[in-house]
């Protein structure tokens, strides 16, 4: 990455700004403040998709979009052997002085790893595919990575609710982009990053698109606001 503004807000907030935020821009809701205490969170703080998530994990575990490092820092303080991946060297720089053992500075799309028996991605980790027509090549790399048997935790949201008019109905144009594709861009400290593609999955196009790529597809846990966590697994 050219530009790290991700990586520099997570490493003021290890460096000690506390009240550190970042702006947040979308191109379908208003401009956001996201405070960046929320990726060093204890599992305690952590919403309940992510918990059970968590305790789903098994053997040699890849945390893809680690961030901060929270979710690796809890796996790998019960013992498990897990890999942190982020492609923002800062995130990265931050795991490692968090204490996580292993790090990796990658893209998962170009990351030839070891085996892994478990891929987590949390906090909408699937979002890093861009475009809902990339979800068939994460499966490909994603069967590269997964030892036989192996499984993919994941959540996301289904934002058909952003279109829902005051009577039910739901208005989206059939013939323009998937309604969960965005482009954010992230603002620290009045530095502005570049736009970047993240899209949200609802649950029918990911099992969809999981069983044509030869994976079981089960929604294993579901908040009261669209949000589910999946877990799918290599047949």
Not at 83 to 99: C, F, P
Not at 175 to 191: D, H, P
Not at 213 to 218: E, I, T
């Amino acid at each position: 990455m050219k530009e790290d503004i991700f990586g520099e807000g997570l490493m003021a907030y290890q460096n000690g700004d506390k009240k550190a935020v970042f702006v947040v821009e979308s191109d379908i809701a208003e401009t956001e403040e996201w405070p960046i205490s929320t990726f060093f969170r204890s599992y305690k703080e952590m919403p309940q998709a992510e918990r059970t998530a968590l305790k789903r994990c098994s053997g040699r575990v890849l945390d893809v979009g680690a961030g901060a490092g929270s979710h690796s820092l809890y796996l790998q303080e019960q013992g498990l052997d897990v890999t942190a991946l982020d492609i923002s060297a800062g995130a990265v720089e931050v795991m490692q002085k968090r204490g996580i053992k292993k790090s990796v500075l990658a893209n998962f799309f170009q990351y030839e790893g070891e085996s892994y028996d478990t891929i987590l991605m949390l906090m909408n980790g699937i979002g890093i595919v861009g475009k809902l027509n990339n979800l068939s090549a994460f499966f490909k790399q994603a069967k590269k990575l997964l030892a036989p048997g192996g499984k993919i935790l994941l959540d996301s949201s289904d934002l058909i609710y952003l279109f829902e008019e005051e009577d039910g109905s739901v208005l989206i144009d059939l013939n323009g982009n998937y309604y969960g594709e965005l482009e954010y861009s992230f603002e620290f400290n009045g530095k502005k990053g570049n736009p970047f593609d993240w899209v949200f999955v609802d649950y029918e196009k990911l099992e969809e698109c999981a069983k044509l790529h030869g994976f079981s597809c089960q929604k294993v846990y579901e908040d009261d606001h669209y949000l589910y966590l999946a877990e799918l697994k290599l047949l």
